[in-house]
């Protein structure tokens, strides 16, 4: 097999998207499969996690400006903490890993591993709360957490273990817990938009997928281009339910002792999968240059004769742009060909590629490849600084207008049961349809096709987040009984 082999994607991402997909994180070198018997467990790889990094770096920055600090809990909740709210442990007790010894001696309490940190949290908030004064508190935490669900792995979209961060806030009031869970979900949908180039729809959970023990359960939501949909990161109003159970309560202004409301907020590594996933292709990674990391690569294509002076225009490029603040590679390597360079850049989703030859150095120019559509432009070396910036926002505008066309273009409506089930059957992607609010009925579609209700948008949210269908009195597509709002039928990751 020769190294092209070797290097390149054989599956196809339109007819064979699983196959594919892990092909991609393999070859692109993001991740590896965990030891043989922990299925459900990756090794991030540098380039990996580098992109979990800038992420981080990101959110965080948002999460600073807003007033959150971060904080560091334990990995394990004792099991009665966990049972004081009833619905955490209801919801994640299937999943719940535990430690029942350390060293040889059995535990006298079990410990959970900890799939979501309400529970450890919360306590210690109620430490830390006594007047309307110290309110709102706001702490995040980065950290990893641990479901242990029994499916098939598929790195950043599936894993046991897998990364996020998980915001924890209390308020006086609900108003306020409210305007946080929203603000929290518009950040998420920034990240998306403006550094995933990835466009989402956002609306609320139907009740009975909430999160457990929360009021209000909000989402971003990214259509893959196999026509399923990510839950890209969700935000919760926890209403009173886990101070009270943790005893969160403040003194207000008459030093009357009242319950605190509370927020939670998480955002995964599962937006590296959906990030995979909607950009790139048969030749391997696409990255937007806001996450790259590499942003361009500088290609010196030389003959014996003309190797000096090539070498020398390109690494001249490569440190004007470095200082310029450009996440550059020079790849001056004398063992490859430039042919085999170009595949290896492109698998790995390097969204400019600089080609420097001896007419580019006579004329003084650069030959610029964008990586998402191969299209070739002419740079002049002297304003490249200058430049570049624009060719990054070209590229960028060409991966969200790709995502965006396969959104709108797979949002559709439907009126009955059968026109749900044969659109999605058909088609993928959305399908809004009146809802009656009734759980049987989205247990219908799910029975019949693998497709649940992914949302419920919120009323009175622009044509952008793709709002309610809903006018006047309408029937519920699956049932017929009075509609109370419009559900947004998917099939999901
Ligand atoms: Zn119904």
């Not at 942003?295 to 470095?322: F, M, R």
């Not at 998402?372 to 070396?381: A, N, Y």
Request: glycine share 8%; charged share 30%.
């Amino acid at each position: 097999m020769t190294d092209a082999q070797e290097l390149g994607i054989t599956e196809s991402k339109e007819y064979n998207t699983g196959e594919w997909y892990a092909e991609v994180v393999k070859k692109a070198g993001l991740a590896n499969y965990g030891p043989e018997g922990m299925s459900g467990f990756i090794v991030t790889r540098p380039r990996g996690y580098a992109l979990w990094e800038r992420l981080q770096g990101e959110l965080d920055a948002r999460f600073k400006d807003t007033g959150v600090q971060n904080a560091y809990f334990p990995l394990f909740i004792p099991e009665s903490y966990l049972e004081r709210e009833k619905d955490i442990v209801e919801g994640f007790d299937p999943e719940v890993a535990w430690v029942t010894h350390g060293g040889h001696e059995e535990l006298e309490e079990r410990l959970a591993v900890r799939p979501t940190s309400e529970s450890i949290i919360a306590p210690y908030m109620s430490q830390w709360v006594r007047s309307h004064r110290d309110l709102p508190l706001r702490v995040n935490q980065w950290a990893s957490v641990v479901r242990w669900e029994a499916t098939e792995t598929k790195p950043f979209f599936r894993t046991k273990e897998f990364l996020w961060q998980e915001g924890h806030t209390a308020h006086a009031t609900s108003e306020g817990a409210w305007e946080e869970t929203m603000l929290r979900l518009d950040q998420y949908e920034d990240v998306y938009e403006d550094v995933l180039a990835i466009p989402v729809i956002r609306g609320q959970k139907p009740d009975h997928d909430k999160f457990p023990g929360a009021d209000t359960t909000t989402t971003v939501e990214a259509l893959m281009p196999d026509g399923k949909s990510v839950q890209g990161a969700t935000s919760h109003h926890l209403g009173t339910s886990f101070a009270e159970a943790f005893d969160l309560t403040y003194a207000d202004t008459d030093e009357e002792e009242r319950v605190c409301n509370t927020t939670s907020w998480g955002f995964s590594w599962r937006s590296l999968g959906a990030l995979i996933m909607t950009h790139s292709d048969d030749q391997g990674l696409v990255l937007p240059p806001t996450i790259a990391p590499e942003q361009v690569v500088v290609v010196p294509i030389w003959q014996e004769d003309t190797k000096d002076e090539v070498l020398e225009y390109a690494e001249d490029l490569a440190e004007d742009l470095e200082s310029e603040g450009v996440r550059v590679e020079l790849d001056a390597r004398d063992e490859r060909n430039p042919g085999f360079k170009f595949n290896e850049w492109e698998l790995r989703g390097v969204p400019l590629r600089f080609e420097i030859g001896p007419n580019e150095v006579d004329d003084g120019e650069i030959t610029a490849v964008h990586r998402p559509d191969g299209e070739s432009v002419t740079l002049d070396r002297d304003d490249v600084t200058d430049e570049i910036h624009d060719q990054f926002d070209e590229v960028f505008a060409k991966l969200y207008a790709a995502a965006e066309e396969n959104l709108s273009e797979n949002v559709r409506e439907a009126e009955g049961r059968n026109e749900i089930l044969g659109t999605i059957g058909q088609h993928g992607g959305y399908v809004k349809a009146p809802w009656c609010g009734d759980e049987d009925c989205e247990t219908e579609i799910k029975d019949q096709i693998a497709a649940e209700i992914v949302m419920v948008p919120f009323e009175g949210d622009d044509e952008k987040h793709h709002p309610a269908v809903l006018e006047g009195d309408c029937d519920c597509a699956v049932c017929g009984e009075a509609a109370e709002t419009t559900a947004y039928f998917a099939k999901s990751y």
